[in-house]
């Protein structure tokens, strides 16, 4: 790769041991190992939605290094290791890989896919990792990004949508085929578009190594502390000295931090630790955020 970054993991397709899918799954809540069937596939969805926080901490401390090792999160192990030791995620592309590599785990027939989230003047064509699923003929979008707790099915040529209030996902058919999904990121009530590319369908680790590199390099996740987390009736952002709270009405609420604050929120009603906060680097003047 350019620009002093190397992505130097293996490109042999990961997988996660028994070890650490037992840990992963007892830190969900889960006693058991769901079936693999369409009960046990959304109540899996329901709880990575729950329980793993959209996050750029990981990314950000690797940013400080002096980035001999690749970006992190690339590898589906580490990103799991890193939740459960630390309680952090990740951002689009370690997130899917590590929905891809648990699907799979579980006995789910999983692929790789990319497209493109439509936000103004930021560059589309596969910039979004993400995970389908073929179960009884039907395929399901299992991106714990989109969070809305209720797997979202795809229906050719019909509409569809989760129900699921402030998580509410909605798919649309498009002219000429593919599909579009609506989802809320969290840090706004306004919903963003999620395009599926047929050319990115599917993609291998390589395809999401490339791209979580470049993703290191530009774009909206690494300049300014970013966290959210999903709750059953709430959607919690930190970032940019302020704590945002979306509430079951769809409202959202905003309360400025001190970082001290900040950490204490992150650390005792957010689940992070204290190794972890302690690390967070302080947010570059003027970057680059989402908000």
Same mark, same amino acid.
């Given at each position: 790769?350019?620009?002093?970054?190397?992505?130097?993991?293996?490109?042999?397709?990961?997988?996660?041991?028994?070890?650490?899918?037992?840990?992963?799954?007892?830190?969900?809540?889960?006693?058991?190992?769901?079936?693999?069937?369409?009960?046990?596939?959304?109540?899996?969805?329901?709880?990575?939605?729950?329980?793993?926080?959209?996050?750029?901490?990981?990314? #950000?401390?690797?940013? #400080?290094?002096?980035?001999?090792?690749?970006?992190?999160?690339?590898?589906?192990?580490?990103?799991?290791?890193n939740?459960?030791?630390?309680?952090?995620?990740?951002?689009?592309?370690?997130?899917?890989?590590?929905?891809?590599?648990?699907?799979r785990?579980?006995?789910?027939?999983?692929r #790789?896919?990319?497209?493109?989230?439509?936000?103004?003047?930021?560059?589309?064509?596969?910039?979004?990792?993400?995970?389908?699923?073929?179960?009884?003929?039907?395929?399901?979008?299992f991106?714990?990004?989109f969070?809305?707790?209720?797997?979202?099915?795809?229906?050719?040529?019909?509409?569809?949508?989760?129900?699921?209030?402030?998580?509410n996902?909605?798919?649309?058919?498009?002219?000429?085929?593919?599909?579009e999904?609506l989802?809320?990121?969290?840090?706004?009530?306004?919903?963003?578009?999620? #395009?599926?590319?047929?050319?990115?369908?599917?993609?291998?680790?390589?395809?999401?190594?490339?791209?979580?590199?470049?993703?290191?390099?530009v774009?909206?996740?690494?300049?300014?502390?970013?966290?959210?987390?999903?709750?059953?009736d709430?959607?919690?952002?930190?970032?940019?000295?302020?704590?945002?709270?979306?509430?079951?009405?769809?409202?959202?609420?905003?309360?400025?931090?001190t970082?001290?604050?900040r950490?204490?929120?992150?650390?005792?009603?957010l689940?992070?630790?204290?190794?972890?906060?302690?690390?967070?680097p302080?947010?570059?003047?003027?970057?680059?955020?989402?908000?």
């Open positions: 790769m350019t620009d002093g970054h190397h992505v130097d993991q293996t490109s042999a397709e990961p997988s996660l041991s028994p070890a650490l899918l037992e840990r992963v799954l007892t830190k969900l809540g889960l006693n058991k190992q769901p079936a693999p069937d369409l009960a046990g596939l959304n109540t899996v969805y329901a709880a990575v939605c729950g329980g793993i926080p959209f996050d750029n901490i990981q990314k #950000r401390i690797w940013l #400080r290094t002096k980035r001999k090792k690749p970006v992190t999160g690339g590898d589906p192990n580490e990103f799991f290791e939740w459960v030791r630390h309680g952090t995620g990740g951002t689009c592309w370690p997130t899917s890989g590590g929905m891809y590599a648990l699907a785990a579980l006995g789910f027939n999983a #790789r896919i990319a497209g493109s989230v439509i936000v103004p003047n930021y560059p589309s064509g596969a910039n979004h990792g993400s995970v389908l699923v073929t179960l009884g003929g039907h395929e399901y979008v991106d714990f990004t969070g809305s707790f209720k797997i979202p099915k795809l229906v050719p040529g019909q509409t569809t949508s989760t129900e699921t209030g402030i998580h996902v909605e798919i649309m058919p498009l002219d000429g085929g593919g599909w999904l989802f809320f990121m969290g840090w706004s009530t306004t919903p963003l578009p999620f #395009r599926y590319e047929q050319e990115h369908d599917p993609v291998d680790h390589a395809f999401f190594l490339d791209r979580n590199d470049r993703a290191s390099r774009g909206f996740f690494n300049d300014t502390l970013l966290f959210r987390r999903r709750f059953a709430s959607i919690v952002t930190i970032g940019r000295g302020k704590k945002r709270v979306i509430a079951p009405d769809g409202t959202m609420t905003k309360t400025d931090l970082t001290a604050q950490d204490a929120l992150l650390i005792h009603e689940g992070l630790s204290e190794e972890i906060v302690a690390r967070i302080p947010d570059i003047e003027d970057g680059i955020a989402p908000f």
